[in-house]
């Protein structure tokens, strides 16, 4: 008997996001994707600059302003030295405003 893929997209699209990093020369990649993960769903590391944390938005439509906000708080309780919102969308003017003044990366269809 086939087992069914339990897996939500939402995990399948952290697990590209995180395949996709390690091409980038990220290491150090761990998928978090819990409930209580502080809004970072993969972290890693990136040489010279350290850890990153990054959100994952599997959206139809445009990522707003909370995912901005989720992954900031996110970047402070993790110490990290960068933070990213990564989504196979867009993003909407407000949440790219946002970014800039927190100093959070978007990667948009990504």
């Not at 769903?41 to 909370?66: E, H, L, W």
């Amino acid at each position: 008997m086939r087992r069914k893929n339990t897996k939500k997209k939402g995990d399948r699209y952290e697990h590209h996001v995180a395949w996709k990093m390690r091409f980038h020369g990220f290491f150090m990649i761990r998928v978090r994707g819990q409930s209580s993960d502080y809004g970072c769903d993969v972290s890693a590391m990136c040489f010279p600059f350290g850890r990153i944390v990054v959100q994952c938005k599997n959206y139809k439509g445009k990522v707003g302003v909370q995912a901005v906000q989720e992954i900031y708080a996110a970047k402070r309780y993790y110490h990290a030295t960068r933070a990213a919102v990564a989504t196979n969308s867009t993003f909407t003017k407000n949440a790219e405003k946002l970014a800039r003044a927190c100093g959070v990366e978007l990667w948009a269809r990504y």
